[in-house]
């Protein structure tokens, strides 16, 4: 069983093997959009074509460092995801609502 | 002692209270910008003091639905903390890297 898995794993891309095992150590994963994206096995393409925009303009935006919540959101719910703003102080996280809210629900 | 708890918890802001009672729970408290200030007993003055900005900017941003990553951010830093995005997908969390990282670190 132990062989089969680690198979499996090696047949994974280095990003999807990453979110993989920090599943597995109860860690959470951490990436810039492009290796998520990567992740999810999606193409920029794909994405492009789920935001009705260019390839060029999903890459242009795979490499930005500040952006619109709204455009990160839209960004990461074309992969099938949803986005949540953690803040996190000394006591406790807490997560920002009634900001950029999904339309969709 | 369960009185004196209860005590303490009575004397604290709704929104402190809602943090407090989150973490007890194990969930994570949400709340808009304004409503995260106030758990923090902070006022606008006080975060305009700490941007360098107007109180009716801050009360201005606390009203917006949309705004820059970096707005957002430089927002929870002048309350204490720091800004985590979260991508959600069915098989788990990723945090969302290289996008606006704090500049003093």
Redesign the interface.
Known sequence: MATKFSELRERMSPEAQA?AQ??TDEM??????QE?RR??ELSQKAIAEVLHVSQARVSKMEK???????T?RTH?EA???????????????????????PTHV
Do not use: Q, W
Request: charged share 25%; no cysteine; net charge negative.
């Open positions: 979110m920090a599943k959470m994963a951490e990436m810039p959009l998520l992740a999810r930005r460092t500040d952006m619109y919540l709204s990160l990461i992969m099938g995801g949803s986005l949540d703003l953690v803040a996190n102080f000394p006591d406790g996280k807490v997560k920002i609502s009634h900001l950029d809210e």
